[in-house]
């Protein structure tokens, strides 16, 4: 079982709370030497009081696709950063985007909006149907070199192995 990992905002929070207790408890010990309090050069930081129990929590946005460790454990795929105007949807509806993999079967995703952007690691595409939208997809190879296609609404376009004869993985997609 991974390890929980900590969002950027709590390591900050947690380093601001260790780093307050650090200089306190050193200006503390400084101060009980021989009975008597001696002024302190070290100034104390004031630990922030607790929010209320009422009070509304704070979310930090990360732009990662919901479920992207499950969908990489169950489907071998993975979803990366993006505006949330484009996610994973079960297959099925003309409108969605639809990929052909070699290695992942039948992929598709639900574009929301006019435009939309998700980073990905899909690996051998070698078709993508552009739904209702008009799209721009960038594939890469092995051998690193990058071709970014053009995926007009309603019409299938071959990508990857099937134009270029090499292997590659799409690597994001774009609502354009």
């Known amino acids: 079982m991974p390890s929980p990992k900590l969002p950027a905002a709590a390591k900050v929070a947690l380093t601001a709370v260790l780093a307050t207790a650090s200089v306190a408890g050193a200006a503390g010990l400084a101060g009980t030497a021989g009975g008597a309090e001696a002024p302190s050069a070290t100034p104390v930081i004031e630990a922030a009081a ?7 929590s704070h979310l930090v946005e990360d732009f990662l696709h919901p479920g992207a460790e499950e969908i990489l454990a169950e489907r071998g795929i993975v979803v990366g950063r993006g505006d949330g105007h484009i996610t994973l949807a079960d297959c099925g509806e003309n409108t969605l985007i639809q990929l052909r993999s070699r290695v992942a079967g039948d992929v598709c995703f639900r574009a929301a909006g006019k435009v939309g952007y998700l980073s990905m ?22 051998n690193g070199q990058s071709k970014t296609y053009d995926v007009a609404a309603g019409l299938w376009k071959p990508v990857g192995e099937s134009d270029t004869g090499t292997e590659a993985a799409l690597m994001e997609l774009r609502v354009v």
């Open 50 to 56: 607790a929010p209320a129990a009422d009070a509304p």
């Open 121 to 142: 690691q899909v690996p051998s595409v070698y078709l993508i149907y552009g739904g209702d939208k008009n799209l721009s997809a960038k594939l890469t190879a092995a």
